[in-house]
């Protein structure tokens, strides 16, 4: 399969990127790993009269130690997320949710910027990244701001991304512990049919005191399960309150129904997902 | 409007001009004549088409040949030499590991990728190192025999 005709540009900066954009017009992109938007293209299901390649801005693809935090290059592959020894060590559940994406080629490729800025509504990613509450710095034409996680998902292939501009990193907080992914996947793609990331904190009783549950793959966008966090803040953190919280379905009238999932299949898998991550933390 | 590009395939150096859209699997197959590598879903699922781009795994598929310019590429014919067959094609004849072959160009090209971070895999590491990888005939298990036949002997 052939995607339509396009011209192909190379950015050599981040300003050079967003200036290339702006100047090729609206229906130029970038093009980072290129592993949503070249099987989109070659569909048919997206035509782009201009690509400008990002992949050779090295300086996206630095993973560094900020002390509370660790901030990764938006160009940084799965792959390389995966086999970080400064992610695998002060924040695991980032290395082992990217070490499920896709699979070993995707990964090599797929980048956590491109990710994030495509936005599918079943991909790992964003549950995590809304989870751990991480902060997205993009720039623009007009410099750089921060975006809250919490922000960040604004519906079904959306974002609050302006036009032109471009995620540069992703910091995520160090946990070392109180943090799991669990992933029923779709055994041809490994895209979450349901995904749930959790993260929570407990008191040195072993009370909640703070929850943040992000479910992925189930609706139109990654959303937080408000009903699940509110029932386990407060209470002691154990196998009885965590089935009494994932209990709390989201409603079926939000699910997606497709093929891989009824609806239904889907507010059940959110529960049992939700269990298995909280169990984990 | 046609690009430039010069990409060293299994140690030779190519000069070529492509169409932006060209994707990195057509070239290999029709400009270059490597047909090992082949097209089996064309979506970026199936494997048939992986190759190594500067020495990680890559679905050819899903790539522009231009994209490509100054990489090193290593494609299932890179792999014998003189006829002598390595050892992961060698272990895939003698597990049967194939049937139709269909997938194996793309089956040996990602276990070569595992094997070089990974020389003594589990068979759970061996099945998730497969994800990206569709064989419809073997059910997988010989394919598993194979890589890790193939990693005693390397």
Same mark, same amino acid.
């Given at each position: 399969m052939t995607p339509y005709s396009f011209t192909y540009h190379k950015a050599t900066s981040v300003e050079d990127a967003i200036a290339q954009l702006q100047k090729l017009g609206d229906e130029a992109k970038w093009v980072a790993g290129g592993h949503s938007l070249i099987p989109s293209m070659k569909l048919r299901l997206s035509a782009p009269e201009a690509l400008i390649d990002i992949q050779g801005l090295d300086e996206l693809k630095t993973i560094s130690d900020g002390g509370h935090e660790i901030h990764i290059g938006a160009l940084s592959t799965h792959r390389s997320v995966e086999t970080s020894s400064l992610v695998k060590g002060k924040c695991p559940v980032v290395a082992k949710v990217a070490s499920g994406i896709g699979d070993p080629q995707v990964r090599n490729k797929g980048t956590i910027g491109g990710s994030l800025a495509h936005a599918d509504p079943s991909a790992d990613y964003p549950a995590i990244i809304l989870a751990l509450g991480a902060t997205i710095t993009v720039q623009g034409p007009g410099g750089s701001r921060s975006i809250s996680a919490d922000d960040f998902f604004t519906g079904m292939f959306d974002t609050a991304l302006e036009d032109h501009e471009l995620i540069t990193r992703v910091s995520v907080p160090?946990?070392?512990? !109180?943090a799991a992914y669990a992933k029923f996947g779709?055994?041809?793609?490994?895209?979450?049919i349901v995904g749930v990331a959790a993260y929570v904190e407990k008191d040195v009783h072993g009370t909640c005191t703070l929850a943040r549950i992000a479910i992925t793959g189930a609706a139109d966008t990654v959303f937080r399960a408000s009903a699940m966090e509110e029932a386990l803040? !407060?209470?002691?953190?154990n196998e009885a309150s965590i089935s009494a919280a994932a209990g709390h379905a989201p409603d079926e009238s939000d699910m997606l129904s497709d093929l891989s999932a009824s609806a239904s299949y889907r507010a059940h898998l959110c529960s049992v997902m939700a269990k298995r991550a909280l169990m984990d933390c | 409007m046609k690009h430039s590009i010069s990409v060293t395939v299994n140690g030779v150096t190519h000069e070529a001009s492509v169409d932006a859209r060209t994707l990195l699997v057509d070239f290999l197959r029709d400009h270059l004549h490597l047909t090992g590598t082949h097209v089996g879903c064309d979506t970026s699922q199936c494997g048939a088409c992986t190759i190594h781009i500067d020495g990680a795994s890559v679905k050819?598929?899903?790539?522009?040949?231009?994209?490509?310019?100054g990489a090193t590429i290593k494609t299932i014919e890179g792999r014998a030499s003189n006829g002598t067959l390595q050892p992961l094609q060698e272990s895939f004849k003698e597990e049967h590991g194939l049937h139709c072959g269909f997938c194996t160009p793309g089956m040996i090209m990602s276990a070569a990728d595992l094997l070089q971070h990974n020389p003594n895999p589990s068979e759970s590491e061996i099945r998730h190192a497969l994800e990206g990888n569709f064989c419809r005939c073997t059910g997988y298990h010989n394919i598993v025999k194979a890589i890790q036949s193939a990693a005693q002997k390397m």
């Open positions: 160090a946990v070392g512990s !109180g779709n055994p041809a793609s490994r895209y979450a803040v !407060g209470k002691p953190f | 050819a598929c899903n790539m522009f040949a231009v994209q490509a310019d």
